[in-house]
Nanobody, 127 residues
Framework: QVQLVESGGGLVQAGGSLRLSCAAS????????LGWFRRAPGKDRELVAA????????YYADSVKGRSTISRDNAKNTLYLQMTSLNPEDAAVYHC????????????????????WGQGTQVTVSS
């Protein structure tokens, strides 16, 4: 079992920056790809960014590409999402998620390939 706990959310003004963190438990953390999802009221869940097990490959949604950076520190069992130039459209509950501990060959962008989820952290953007 993999347990994930997000932190770092809060209120930020438009144009500002924020860094989200996700702490994971379990010795197999480094065996799973990781992703950040977000869900805003009235909108579908969106995969924001993802990173491979080794950290060598990343994926970004078009809506955040160029202003977001996903990274992981396997030694600390922690996942990060750095976001800049935030706007009201970025306001949502952000969840971190982990894929299977066994290799399945699915691309990072395959949303259905993520099995473990955190409770989420709220990001609010003022304008």
């Amino acid at each position: 079992q993999v347990q994930l706990v997000e932190s770092g959310g809060g209120l930020v003004q438009a144009g500002g920056s924020l860094r989200l963190s996700c702490a994971a438990s379990g010795r197999s953390f480094n065996r799973s790809k990781l992703g950040w999802f977000r869900r805003a009221p009235g909108k579908d869940r969106e995969l924001v960014a993802a990173i491979s097990r080794s950290g060598g490959s990343t994926y970004y949604a078009d809506s955040v590409k160029g202003r977001s950076t996903i990274s992981r520190d396997n030694a600390k069992n922690t996942l990060y999402l750095q976001m800049t130039s935030l706007n009201p459209e970025d306001a949502a509950v952000y969840h971190c998620a982990a894929g299977s501990l066994s290799y399945d060959g699915s691309p990072l962008s395959t949303e259905s390939s993520y099995y473990y989820w955190g409770q989420g952290t709220q990001v609010t953007v003022s304008s």
